[in-house]
């Protein structure tokens, strides 16, 4: 599902005003990044010392992320290939979670903005891996990093969709399981699918893991009907990375046996993807019907 992301992220490569990034205390005591469309929200637990320090620390790698994500542009919104390579940390995680899905025999078309906003959090989730730090997570848009030291635990709602966004479940994360990675993709969300699915939930054990596997599983909710609407990315977009492929704009009531021909096509790719090892579980929702896969 990548994607309106190029621009989500402010990642146009256009030059206009400079936008300097902010930072925030929110009521609760949670931190807010912000840098052009770039929004992340942070909170963390543990020793008040060791989080001051990694809130610092976090602000000042956050700063240069957009400037050093654009100067890699050219490469990441061209579809992935075996000789794709970036220089930059989170340039190269981007093109590291996504490549499992453009490698033969089932090569997909998927460029590196499928995993940005997970990348992009879990570059930042890195400054809260201390001992004194007892859990953390950043959450980018609802890609989220976890940080979680034993014993620790996050209860996470988690929603059937837009316009509603109503909770419809919940996950525990212990810090015992392996699941670091959290992202929700789909149609209504802020980026272009290619697919049909009103939410994707994704468990993996990074965010960016999570982040490329939502985007795929969600191109993998689909149908041909002609209750489903789709327009070329760059009519919408002039500077989206999907170029001609026709995206949805709108689906309408299906019968159910069209959703659930759907949903068994994504639940089918995610198995496969959790047999191979590059997720932990999804969830799947599609009015008002739902799958699950593997342990979330």
Known sequence: MADRRAADAGLTGE????????RARLDDGR??????????????????????QAHAAAWQRFRGVLAELVEELGVLRRPLTSASSA????????????????????ALFVTPMAAVAGAVAEEIAAHYRCAQIDRAYVNNGGDIALVLAPGGRYDI???GGVPSARLEGSLTLMGSSAVRGVATSGWRGRSFSLGIADSVTVL????????????????????????????????LRDDSDLGERLVTVAVDALPRAVAESALDRGEAFARALCRRGLIIGAWMRLQGLGRTVGSP
């Open 157 to 159: 709602g988690v929603a």
């Open 204 to 235: 993996a054990h990074t965010a960016a893991a999570a982040d490329a596997a939502a985007t795929m599983v969600g191109n993998a909710v689909n149908a041909d009907h002609p209750g489903v609407h789709r327009a070329p990315a760059c009519t």
């Open 87 to 106: 220089r930059g940390p989170i340039a190269q995680r981007m093109i590291a979670a996504c490549r499992p899905f453009a490698e033969p025999p089932d």
């Open 15 to 22: 030059r206009g005003p400079r936008v300097e990034a902010t």
């Open 31 to 52: 931190l807010h990044f912000q840098h052009g469309p770039i929004d992340l929200i942070i909170d963390a637990d543990g020793h008040a010392e060791a989080v001051a």
